[in-house]
């Protein structure tokens, strides 16, 4: 048998495959997704290689030589799994196999890397939008390019050689995307680096490791699951349970259920929620050794040694990011994807797979339950939750705090009408007031503002119209270069409209402030406010996430500004006042799921405050305070929430009454893309 391999090294000759023996001993035993070891070159040095292909006869002139060495092979299972996806998603086969082999080589420097005080770290230097309308007017032609920035896109801060390695590119494409300015290289220090092996290490338990008694609803949910468990069959749940209502504490008992009857555990949070103080309940419970962390921000040969912890079962708990779903587990018992409504469980980059269905094939071939868990549900996954007779979810509710704490007050402003009493600022009068006073009292304050959907839709200031397309019912994005609204839906284009097609005002205007416009006037009208900033900027370029937010609690600042980054992970006790800047902003995303999403993060944005004896007050500003989004995120009411906007999918058939592919053409010619349709 001859097959057919693909270097793991970058080099441009080596994008493609090379035909090799397979020799006797190994006939029957290497097989598509293996990683070989091959003589390669006139000097037969030995390099890695990922067998993509088999067949019977070669087509090459010269000798064929030898595969030397099998060095890992997938599972059957991971090789179904592989093939699955290459269908389901539309990739190559090799793309996913590369997911499941122990990431990156033996990094050689390794240990020299580790102390290294600074790396250099690749960003994009452009907003993602911007550079898809570039890719998608072919204003980036090399395939090498394109690579590099759907690879950056999907893991902000890596390294040279790690993208070298990855897209099988080379420093001189990354450096002429630098010139051409879609990324740039920061100097970046490597301690900030969140959790790698070593600060797993320092975490000190601070929580008590006694478990708490299940309260009943938490024992319902958890016998349930762990039904399942002992069955060893496969079913899926939905553990709906309010913020605070103790699901944490139900996927801990089920963990260590799982460990008792040795098998292993894959529990998926957003990558932004992984923080120390969440894996200290973790490592309280279990032990830092059993326990293996994934994330992107590893650099490959951290991952690779947490993998390899992880195929020698010295880890049988494995907590990480979407790719963390692929971990070489053996005897899977559970699986959790908490926070399962996050859409970074969508991969954006190739090959665009979504982790919870992955999770759920995983589980099935495991013969294990799946557990997806939030307080501010997937409407698919709930609308799967209701329907009696097909029970593709099963729902648990959790319907009280475990803890007692209450829910804190919410109150809506117009903005409509600050504007009408003659308030220009982006802080209402309730607001500025609410901040003075918390000011005074020494309180802490976050002010949030949804940077998604800020520069790129027009409203009007007077009646908080909007414009949305007319085939699809979604926000038209403004253009600036062409000065025209298109539909990223269907295409449908508008040229820019000046007066208000409702109200015939002129204050219809794009939409461009951002958190370091709203950083400079908070500055400008309380001079004496400590306040730290916290967006994509400030975070992947000086300070990592955490940082920002340990400043802002040990160093006892008053303001918090930031974008959706505030909204997960952390407590703060002295947090009572949250503000929410304009809400309407992400309920003008060009995306069905607008309103869904509006709702979740003022859901959570409203849980920051007064999660402790303090109570917490929450203002939420919005141009359309009577939308049902707005009103529903008021009262915390998610089935009222549901129940509304499920009826909206239904009458505009969107999913989970359809499914939505997106199928991008690209070519230089326009003719030649007409006759692809
Ligand atoms: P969630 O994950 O739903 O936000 P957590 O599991 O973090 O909720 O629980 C919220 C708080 O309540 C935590 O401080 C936790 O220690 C506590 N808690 C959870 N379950 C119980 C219980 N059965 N009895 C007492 N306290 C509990
Ligand atoms: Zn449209
Ligand atoms: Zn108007």
């Known amino acids: 048998m001859i097959a057919e391999v693909i270097i793991n090294r970058t080099a441009k000759k080596l994008n493609r495959t090379f035909d090799y023996q397979i020799p006797t001993n190994l006939d029957g035993i290497i097989f598509v997704g293996s990683k070989v070891l091959v003589p390669f070159g006139k000097s037969g040095k030995l390099e890695e290689a990922f067998v993509v292909g088999l067949k019977e006869k070669s087509n090459y002139k010269n000798e064929i030589k030898e595969i030397a060495k099998l060095e890992e092979q997938l599972k059957d299972e991971q090789i179904a799994l592989a093939t699955w996806m290459a269908k389901r998603y539309f990739c190559n086969i090799s793309d996913c196999i590369k997911l499941m082999l122990t990431p990156g080589t033996r990094t050689q420097n390794r240990e020299k890397r580790i102390q290294d005080k600074t790396i250099n770290c690749v960003y994009l230097k452009k907003e993602v939008e911007e550079i898809e309308w570039d890719l998608a007017i072919g204003k980036i032609k090399s395939e090498k390019q394109k690579k590099i920035i759907e690879f950056v896109?999907?893991?902000?801060?890596?390294?040279?050689?790690?993208?070298?390695?990855?897209?099988?590119?080379?420093?001189?494409?990354?450096?002429?995307?630098?010139?051409?300015?879609?990324?740039?290289?920061?100097?970046?220090?490597?301690?900030?680096?969140?959790?790698?092996?070593?600060?797993?290490?320092?975490?000190?338990?601070?929580?008590?490791?006694?478990?708490?008694?299940?309260?009943?609803?938490?024992?319902?949910?958890?016998?349930?699951?762990?039904?399942?468990?002992?069955?060893?069959?496969?079913?899926?749940?939905?553990?709906?349970?309010?913020?605070?209502?103790?699901?944490?504490?139900?996927?801990?008992?089920?963990?260590?259920?799982?460990?008792?009857?040795?098998?292993?555990?894959?529990?998926?949070?957003?990558?932004?929620?992984?923080?120390?103080?969440?894996?200290?309940?973790?490592?309280?419970?279990?032990?830092?050794?059993?326990?293996?962390?994934?994330?992107?921000?590893?650099?490959?040969?951290?991952?690779?040694?947490?993998?390899?912890?992880?195929?020698?079962?010295?880890?049988?708990?494995?907590?990480?990011?979407?790719?963390?779903?692929?971990?070489?587990?053996?005897?899977?018992?559970?699986?959790?994807?908490?926070e399962e409504h996050d859409n970074s469980y969508k991969s954006e980059a190739n090959p665009r797979y979504d982790a919870k269905e992955v999770a759920k094939k995983i589980a099935k071939q495991n013969n294990c339950p799946l557990v997806l868990g939030s307080a501010t549900p997937d409407l698919r996954t709930y609308y799967w939750a209701k329907q009696e007779e097909k029970k593709e979810n099963q729902m648990l509710l959790l319907t009280k705090r475990a803890n007692q704490s209450s829910l804190p007050k919410v109150q809506i402003v117009d903005l409509k009408q600050e504007l009408i009493n003659g308030n220009h600022s982006m802080l209402s009068m309730d607001l500025y007031t609410a901040i003075e006073k918390n000011l005074k009292e020494k309180r802490q304050t976050i002010l949030f503002l949804n940077r998604r959907g800020y520069s790129t839709f027009i409203m009007c200031r007077n009646c908080g119209y909007t414009v949305k397309c007319k085939n699809c019912n979604i926000s038209m994005t403004y253009h600036s270069y062409e000065k025209k609204l298109k539909c990223h839906y269907c295409g449908y284009e508008e040229n820019l409209v000046t007066i208000c097609p409702a109200c015939h005002s002129d204050k219809i205007r794009y939409f461009g402030t951002g958190t370091q416009k709203l950083e400079q006037e908070i500055q400008k009208q309380f001079p004496m406010a400590k306040t730290i900033r916290m967006d994509i900027d400030t975070v992947t370029k000086k300070n990592s996430h955490e940082y920002i937010l340990d400043r802002f609690k040990n160093e006892a600042l008053d303001i918090l500004i930031g974008t959706q980054m505030v909204v997960k992970g952390h407590h703060f006790p002295n947090v009572t006042l949250v503000g929410v800047m304009a809400a309407d902003s992400s309920l003008n995303m060009d995306d069905y799921r607008a309103n869904e999403r509006t709702f979740q993060i003022l859901t959570q944005v409203a849980g920051r405050a007064g999660r402790e004896k303090l109570e917490g007050k929450v203002i939420i500003q919005c141009y359309n305070p009577e939308n049902f989004t707005i009103q529903c995120a008021k009262e915390q009411n998610y089935e009222k929430f549901y129940e509304t906007e499920i009826t909206l999918r239904k009458q505009l058939k969107y999913p989970p009454f359809c499914d939505i592919i997106v199928v991008n053409f690209n070519s230089l010619s326009e003719t030649e893309i007409r006759r692809c349709k």
């Open 153 to 338: 896109k999907d893991n902000e801060g890596v390294t040279i050689p790690e993208i070298e390695m990855m897209t099988d590119t080379s420093r001189a494409i990354v450096n002429t995307l630098r010139k051409n300015g879609y990324l740039e290289i920061i100097e970046q220090k490597m301690e900030r680096n969140p959790l790698d092996r070593k600060d797993v290490e320092k975490i000190k338990n601070t929580e008590k490791v006694e478990k708490h008694k299940l309260t009943e609803e938490q024992e319902i949910a958890y016998q349930e699951i762990a039904q399942k468990m002992e069955e060893r069959s496969y079913q899926s749940f939905l553990l709906y349970g309010i913020t605070g209502s103790g699901k944490t504490e139900v996927y801990l008992q089920l963990i260590e259920k799982a460990w008792e009857k040795k098998r292993t555990a894959i529990l998926l949070v957003p990558e932004i929620s992984l923080t120390p103080q969440m894996l200290d309940r973790f490592i309280a419970r279990f032990g830092k050794e059993e326990i293996a962390v994934l994330h992107s921000k590893l650099s490959m040969g951290e991952r690779h040694d947490e993998w390899e912890r992880i195929r020698k079962r010295k880890a049988k708990i494995v907590i990480g990011a979407r790719s963390a779903i692929f971990a070489p587990m053996e005897e899977i018992g559970i699986i959790i994807i908490d």
